[in-house]
């Protein structure tokens, strides 16, 4: 298997700082990422805890830069961790959100294909979330 990575990426009509305002704080995701619709997002010490479809996950966040940079780690319940780099870039006036997925090993086309969808679809989300106004 080779190792793959893809660059999902949306263009969102909102300044850049307004975008990364939102999406970096954790307290938003279930308005947007399909994996934690419904399920509140809760603070536990350094890290933040959700409920997704696979159980709870634990979630770790970059601090706050001025550089638009979202990166996090998501540990699942079977305790693997996953890098996600994430961006929101500055277009003059808007913004593009860029999410790297990259496959991890062992894992097969079709659950890679899937976690692209997925990821594409949480975009979709966030770029909707924001052009209507959070």
């Known amino acids: 298997m080779k190792p793959a990575s893809r660059h999902i990426s949306t263009a969102i ?3 850049a700082a307004e975008v990364y305002a939102y999406a970096s704080d954790p307290i938003h995701l279930p308005q947007w990422a399909a ?23 634990r979630i ?3 601090g706050q830069n001025p550089y638009g ?3 996090h780690e998501v ?3 079977s305790g693997e961790t996953i890098y996600n780099p994430m961006r929101v870039i500055a277009d003059g006036g808007t913004c593009e959100v860029v999410f790297t997925i990259r496959r991890r090993p062992g894992m097969s086309e079709e659950d890679f294909a899937r976690d692209v969808e997925a990821v594409a679809a949480d975009l979709a989300g966030l770029k909707r979330v924001a052009e209507t106004g959070y």
Request: aromatic share 6%; glycine share 8%.
């Open 13 to 15: 009509e909102r300044p």
């Open 35 to 57: 994996g934690l619709t419904g399920s509140p997002v809760e603070r536990v010490d350094d890290h933040w805890l959700a409920d997704s479809p696979m159980g709870q996950v």
């Open 60 to 62: 770790n966040f970059t």
């Open 69 to 71: 940079v979202l990166d």
């Open 75 to 77: 540990t699942l319940p």
